[in-house]
């Protein structure tokens, strides 16, 4: 954890409505590494990732991207700071095709032709399923192929941290394998990473750094490898059987 | 990896629009009557197109349901009454070409009228009340009560005739059916409308934002763009097209009064609803269905008349429930 933190919240409280949900969020994703956000069903987790997105507005707190704060800024001003964000539903416009969706997120590009070609060539590598079903409208994909595409769109041009809410969730195990590689490469590339999941073995094998949270708080931090190495750790804080 | 299958386009929407015609062709008899019918549905329909193609947008990118449109109908009427009245020679005038060039300044100034009154619409009425549907309805009723009343002032509360231009009254002969030209005007400006918007929507990234806000509008933020403005530009052009529909409604009837938007304001819902809220494409179908409707059951049942375009909505919901082409996640 040697690297300089790239997005810190500080005492981040989230209310929606009547709901107190989020009650002094303490986060910092370093610079550089995969940031997994740990913790059982509601205990906040895409709370947090919303509220970093300017989704929900916090109510109290600081939250600071590369020494800005971004805590008032509204979901287009944080995203135009070259921040991506997956979301657990993944966003993916059905109506639209795969080619479409991909359009969309390149914020530089008016025509397809504008994408960078060499990126696009490494992102069909690393998800053959975008290329194969470019023209194909994104509805009909399955849910791995949705998830891959949801990725995709995010990498299309380079962002300085990536948000990624539950990218497993509901997938079969290759298509897991395929995720955690391709995450796995971000990373390698440099590419910040801030990703919420509830599969331990998926957090283990990607993870630099993890924070778990619990009742709208994170009530641990420290590397991922320390986590993963102790069970007992494991079972207080997010309830996995020893 | 499961099989996906390509875009398919759904055509049974598109096939209610022949199907209601031949439907009607045994029940009218003379099939010179039913074309001539059947003509005048297709330019109603083309019409109230015009006028519901940028509220059905507006309620699918920001879920604002605007029952102000009318206004915006009335003021273009309005606008090019003014106009045409003010050049009497080319009205007047024996030559179509003429008379196209005072339709066209008619419809740009009225179209520019309609748009700037709608900017302030949505920032004054509209902006104040996002997310809160009620209050939607009563103000921008509010707001076209207002709007007539300011077309009293401006133009006084009574019926003002629109007459055609000489070049575009009369009819053409197509056998024993007779085509008034005015309707295969209407037709021609609806289809050019249409073709512009599908354009706009199917080719350019400002169209893609548009059918991607109106399906998640938060993914669209999400993704870095400003949504907001986007629905301005979508208002504005909106009401701009109401105008446009309201000149053309206008020469259609011949006559313009300050509460013709509101008398149309009904249809244009029942057009949006058929069609699935935020989509242009069910929007031409549903209003081509009412127009086609409105002209049968006319000369069919008159006293049903009024009753038709609510049955035909009751029934079409029965089978799609959102609409011929609903939006997807809405």
């Known amino acids: ?242 | 990896m499961s099989e996906v299958k390509h875009r398919d386009f759904d055509w049974k929407p598109l096939a209610l629009v022949p199907v209601l015609s031949l439907l009607a062709l045994p029940l009218i008899g003379s099939g010179s009557t039913w074309l001539t019918l059947t003509v005048a549905g297709l330019a109603m329909g083309m019409i109230i197109f015009i006028i519901a193609s940028g509220l059905t947008l507006v309620f699918g990118l920001m879920d604002v349901l605007n029952f102000g449109h009318g206004v915006f109908i009335a003021l273009g009427a309005f606008v090019a009454s003014s106009v045409l009245g003010s050049m009497g020679d080319w009205t007047g005038s024996q030559s179509l070409l003429r008379n196209v060039m005072a339709v066209i300044p008619a419809m740009l100034v009225a179209m520019l009228v309609a748009g700037a009154v709608g900017l302030a619409f949505e920032r004054f009425l509209v902006r104040p009340v996002y997310g809160q549907h009620l209050k939607q309805i009563l103000i921008t009723m509010g707001g076209m009560i207002i709007g007539e009343e300011l077309i009293k002032v401006i133009w006084g509360a009574q019926q003002i005739p629109l007459p055609l231009p000489e070049g575009m009254r009369g009819s053409l002969l197509l056998g024993d059916a007779a085509i008034e030209k005015f309707r295969l005007v209407a037709v021609v400006v609806g289809l050019i409308v249409f073709a512009s918007l599908a354009w706009t929507l199917g080719r350019t990234k400002i169209g893609l934002l548009i059918r991607a806000g109106v399906q998640d509008r938060e993914m669209v933020e999400s993704l870095g763009y400003r949504i907001r403005r986007l629905f301005i530009g979508v208002f504005v052009v909106g009401s701009a097209l109401a105008g446009l529909g309201g000149v053309m409604w206008g020469m259609y009837q011949q006559n313009v009064f300050p509460q013709m938007g509101a008398q149309v304001n009904v249809l244009i819902f029942i057009v949006i609803i058929i069609g699935g809220l935020g989509s242009t494409g069910g929007a031409l179908i549903g209003a081509l269905l009412v127009g086609l409707m409105a002209n049968y059951a006319g000369f069919l049942a008159p006293k049903v008349a009024l009753f038709s375009n609510i049955a035909l909505m009751a029934a079409i919901l029965l089978w799609r429930p959102q609409g011929v082409y609903p939006v997807t996640g809405r």
Do not use: C
């Open chain 1, 1 to 242: 954890m040697s690297n300089a933190a790239l997005l810190t919240m500080a005492e981040v409280h989230t209310r929606i409505g009547a709901y107190h949900i989020l009650h002094g969020v303490n986060l910092v994703v370093p610079r550089g590494e995969l940031t997994m956000l740990l913790g059982r069903n509601g205990a906040g987790k895409t709370t947090t990732l919303r509220t970093i997105m300017g989704l929900w507005q916090a109510s109290s707190g600081t939250i600071t991207f590369a020494q800005q704060d971004i805590t008032a800024l509204s979901t287009p001003q944080i995203a135009g700071l070259n921040i991506a964000y997956v979301p657990e539903t993944m966003g993916i416009f059905s109506d639209l095709t795969v080619k479409e969706n991909m359009l969309l997120a390149a914020r530089q590009a008016k025509r397809v032709e504008d994408i960078d070609d060499t990126r696009l060539k490494w992102i069909f590598k690393l998800f053959p399923a975008v290329e194969k079903f470019w023209s194909y409208p994104a509805g009909k994909l399955s849910g791995g192929q949705k998830q891959m595409l949801a990725v995709a769109r995010a990498i299309v041009e380079p962002r300085e941290l990536l948000i990624v809410d539950e990218p497993s969730k509901g997938l079969a195990p290759a298509i897991i394998n395929n995720m955690i590689d391709a995450f796995a490469e971000l990373k390698a590339g440099g590419v910040t990473i801030l990703l919420v999941e509830q599969n331990i073995n998926f957090a283990r094998r990607l993870g630099d750094t993890v924070a778990v949270m619990d009742n709208g708080r994170v009530v641990h931090s420290g590397s991922m490898q320390a986590l993963a190495d102790d069970e007992a750790l494991q079972h207080s804080l997010l309830g996995l059987a020893v």
